[in-house]
């Protein structure tokens, strides 16, 4: 079946450091996957942080990027300077243009130390 | 303001009980889902509607049954419960039934059974 596979957390770093967060999937029903990352901050819920539906695109938001690979099935997560704000789980999630069925990981849970 | 709400945001329920989770949302919407997330699985999908209408139901038991009163309603009835339905429980809606489009979530009903 259609899955994901995210660096499992939590996940601590210093503020200014880089982060990566892992992203890989599979994609068993879905002929043209879309690639989505998602985050949710204390007490709210998930919202949309960036997504990329072509193979080959790059997504950024909030000083994030990734990267649709299609060859490496990956749409790994990364910042280069993190603030303590930052601070949430991310969750990366595949979906299809043709079903209204959104797959998700487990989330990355992140902790930003000041 | 919230613009999907969950109530309550906690439930603790005994084994056997029946309990009804509340999902609004107030993004005018045409589709809403339920999502699941128990300790360190993924966010794992459970029913998508659309205009009312059930499209997809992922959840195998028949203990769970979304109940849609109105067009921005979607309740979560969840009967018999057993320790292992402990999980939050995440409402969300789209503007249209379609992967591509990004999902909204509500902040979550953390259930546990004891």
């Known amino acids: ?114 | 303001d919230p613009k999907i709400i969950q109530k309550p945001k906690y439930l603790v329920a005994v084994t056997g009980s029946e309990k009804i989770l509340i999902c609004e949302q107030y993004l005018g919407h045409n589709a809403m889902y339920w999502y699941r997330q128990s300790a360190k699985k993924p966010l794992e999908f459970m029913f998508s509607y659309s205009y009312q209408k059930l499209m997809d139901n992922q959840t195998a038991s028949s203990r769970f049954q979304p109940q849609s009163s109105k067009k921005n309603h979607l309740d979560l009835q969840i009967t018999a419960l057993k320790p292992d339905d402990s999980a939050t429980y995440f409402c969300a809606s789209s503007q249209e039934g379609r992967g591509q489009n990004t999902l909204y979530f509500g902040a979550g009903t953390r259930l546990s059974v004891l």
């Open chain 1, 1 to 114: 079946g259609d899955s994901v596979t995210q660096t499992e957390g939590p996940v601590t770093v210093s503020e200014s450091e880089s982060l990566i967060i892992n992203c890989t999937y599979s994609a068993t029903s879905i002929a043209y996957p879309n690639l989505f990352w998602y985050v949710r901050y204390p007490g709210e819920g998930l919202q949309l942080l960036l997504k990329v539906i072509t193979a080959g695109q790059k997504g950024s938001s909030r000083g994030f990027e990734a990267t649709y690979n299609k060859e490496t099935t990956s749409f790994h997560l990364q910042k280069a300077s993190v603030q303590e704000s930052d601070s949430a789980v991310y969750y990366c999630a595949l979906g299809s243009s043709n079903t209204n069925k959104v797959v998700f990981g487990t989330g990355t849970r992140l902790q930003v130390l000041p």
